[in-house]
């Protein structure tokens, strides 16, 4: 798939992971969709890469039907869905007063991580089945971003590593599924990377992650995960695989 002249989405967009993705693609060439919760981020991300925004909730079936159409209208097509939104919200099964963990709290990383996922999965699939096939007869690729904690999840991840492992799992049934019309599907687990949360804590904390990392002994670069999705994009015959991009580790339980 090339992404010049490509109609994309990426959700989670406007900052972070996302964002290195809808600047790498931008660059490269194709049309991006910004599609983000945070209305004035999207909206600047979009206006400084000549994309367009979308504001909305993954997990919503009007908003994430408005991203895919808003693709179509504006570009044309929509041959690549990159999916980066997601939260992470820590919290432990018994609290530490003996409380069981809130059912409210499990199912909104439940809902905004896998739901959401699969809400545009679904959604993107459908546009790009519809679509005609390019030379090679690939209608349309997608990845998902799931974690490390799908593996390897720690204490007061249950709820995030329950979601990201639900990404792994989806993805191997969707490639099969969606083979038949064309489209691919990966997913990336990526570790410890520099985003905007991360940046935010001290020096000497964000040493210490580091020094888990066997090699390089540092926190990624968003634009690492960029360049993957760029190659899984990009080599058509890479399909319903599930790469880490972490470095060799391999988080402890706390």
């Known amino acids: 798939m090339k992404l010049e002249g490509a109609g994309a989405i990426v959700t989670g967009g406007a ?16 049309k ?24 909305g909730d ?24 990159v999916n980066c939104a997601g939260v992470g919200t820590p919290g432990r099964i018994v609290t530490r007063d003996g409380s069981p963990q809130p059912l409210a709290d499990f199912e909104k990383v439940i809902r905004v991580n896998l739901v ?12 790009m089945a519809g679509q005609e096939p390019m030379e090679d007869g690939e209608r349309g690729v997608v990845v998902n971003t799931a974690s490390v904690a799908a593996f390897d999840g720690q204490i007061g991840q249950a709820a995030y590593a329950a979601s990201k492992g639900g990404i792994v799992s989806m993805g191997l049934p969707a490639a099969r599924e969606l083979a038949r019309s064309g489209i691919r599907v990966n997913t990336i687990a990526p570790g410890i990377f520099m985003t905007p949360l991360l940046q935010s804590l001290s020096e000497e904390v964000q040493q210490s992650l580091a020094a888990a990392i066997p090699f390089p002994s ?7 995960f960029a360049d ?14 599930v790469v880490r991009l972490d470095g060799a580790i391999r988080m402890a339980p706390k």
Request: proline share 1%; net charge negative; glycine share 10%.
């Open 15 to 30: 900052s972070g992971l996302g964002r290195a993705v809808v600047d790498l693609f931008a660059g490269a060439g194709a």
């Open 32 to 55: 991006v969709v910004v599609f983000d919760l945070n209305a004035e981020a999207a909206a600047q991300a979009a206006q400084e890469v000549g994309g367009v925004a979308v504001a």
């Open 58 to 81: 993954v997990a919503d079936e009007d908003d994430a039907a408005r991203a895919v159409d808003e693709a179509i209208e504006s570009f044309g097509n929509l041959r690549i869905l």
């Open 116 to 127: 959401g996922s699969f809400n545009m999965l679904r959604l993107a699939a459908a546009c």
């Open 218 to 224: 540092r926190l990624g670069k968003p634009a690492e």
């Open 228 to 241: 993957l999705v760029r190659f899984m994009v990009e080599n058509t015959y890479l399909n319903g695989e």
